[in-house]
């Protein structure tokens, strides 16, 4: 830890991530607690100019990690929504490295798939 970082909780919820297999789930990369923000007034007019989609649903906070890319799926425990991830940005806050994910609702076959050796 570095002397200026400070501790930073997750709150809100667990997230399991896991790899796009086609129209299916594919492996499960890692399970994370996050802590759910809000969709402000920049973030709706940025989704508005969006060409992808034209919308965000859902972000979340999650400590840093490099497993996470884009168009993965984020499986939300509590409810069990399932959200791609579109955007990662990096939040360097308190001195602790986390990553926002921004995310839209997606509706995947919950039969994970295994990776084949």
Do not use: W
């Not at 086609?22 to 920049?42: A, D, M, P, S, Y």
């Not at 497993?67 to 929504?81: C, F, N, Q, W, Y």
């Amino acid at each position: 830890m570095r002397p200026e970082q400070t501790i930073e909780t997750f709150p809100d919820g667990i997230v399991d991530i896991y790899a796009e297999n086609g129209r299916k789930l594919g492996e499960k990369k890692i399970h994370l607690r996050f802590e759910e923000k809000t969709v402000g007034v920049n973030r709706f007019y940025q989704q508005q100019a969006s060409v992808m989609t034209g919308r965000i649903d859902r972000v979340i906070k999650v400590q840093h990690t490099k497993i996470i890319s884009t168009l993965d799926i984020a499986v939300v425990k509590e409810d069990g929504r399932q959200y791609r991830i579109l955007r990662i940005q990096e939040k360097p806050e308190k001195g602790v490295d986390l990553l926002e994910l921004q995310s839209v609702t997606v509706a995947i076959d919950k039969e994970v798939t295994k990776r084949e050796d």
